[in-house]
């Protein structure tokens, strides 16, 4: 699936067919201006960085759980992935999902960092344009536009940030590295288990995930 057509089903669950998923900002939650954006995806990439400094796996996963809690709308990432099956979490097992999908996110992008190299440092990184996907509606998605050039590269990685305004802030929504879609691969991936074995199948899977990840790190689950 193309990058426009995924940006474009993202933008119609977000912010057109289903304005039910998404926190319904006022208009003094709405930050509109470039700068918020890019400080927020700055400070994403600023408390990321000094995360990975840790050497102890337990602490650096629990760190990067803190960073997708703080930064990261895992909300309606999590609904996204699981499409339609959102509806039947109700409140308990919603609750259990969120904090599980935090914790299988955190994992999958510390590992995503780590791939880059152990010294990856601000410099490493440019940060370019900060705009609204569409201009007529600055309460909806946003674009950061960044790239990575970690040590032993020829070319940068591209790294566009999805973000849209909530109470106040920015929460990032979504993160294309290299021009592949974190929620959209996650989606596709997850579809066919959905469809065969249900909600309570993907919840199963995706609890083993983490029990893995804890028990990999040398601890249960928190």
């Known amino acids: 699936m193309t990058h426009t057509v995924c940006t474009f089903l993202l933008f119609c669950v977000l912010g057109g067919l289903a304005p039910s998923l998404i926190h319904a900002a006022s208009e003094q939650d709405i930050p509109m201006n470039r700068?918020?954006?890019?400080?927020?995806?700055r400070s994403t990439v600023t408390t990321a960085l000094s995360y990975l400094k840790q050497t102890d796996r337990r602490t650096r996963q629990q760190l990067f759980e803190r960073?997708?809690?703080?930064?990261?709308?895992?909300?309606?990432?999590?609904?996204?992935?699981?499409?339609?099956?959102?509806?039947?979490?109700?409140?308990d097992r919603r609750s259990s999902y969120e904090?599980?999908?935090?914790?299988?996110?955190?994992?999958?992008?510390?590992?995503?960092?780590?791939?880059?190299?152990?010294?990856l440092t601000l410099s490493n990184f440019t940060f370019g344009r900060a705009y609204p996907l569409r201009a007529d509606k600055p309460q909806g998605l946003w674009v950061v536009k960044t790239t990575l050039l970690p040590e032993g590269y020829a070319a940068p990685v591209t790294l566009d940030w999805y973000l849209h305004p909530q109470n106040g802030t920015f929460r990032i929504i979504d993160v294309y590295i290299a021009g592949i879609s974190f929620v959209q691969t996650k989606r596709e991936e997850f579809k066919t288990l959905l469809r065969e074995g249900g909600l309570e199948a993907f919840l199963q899977k995706i609890q083993m995930t983490v029990s893995q990840v804890y028990r990999d790190c040398g601890g249960g689950n928190s």
């Open 67 to 91: 960073l997708i809690h703080t930064f990261f709308d895992i909300k309606n990432m999590g609904d996204y992935i699981i499409g339609r099956h959102a509806e039947n979490l109700g409140v």
């Open 35 to 41: 700068s918020s954006a890019a400080v927020c995806v």
């Open 99 to 119: 904090k599980t999908m935090t914790a299988y996110t955190a994992f999958l992008y510390l590992s995503k960092f780590d791939s880059y190299g152990k010294n």
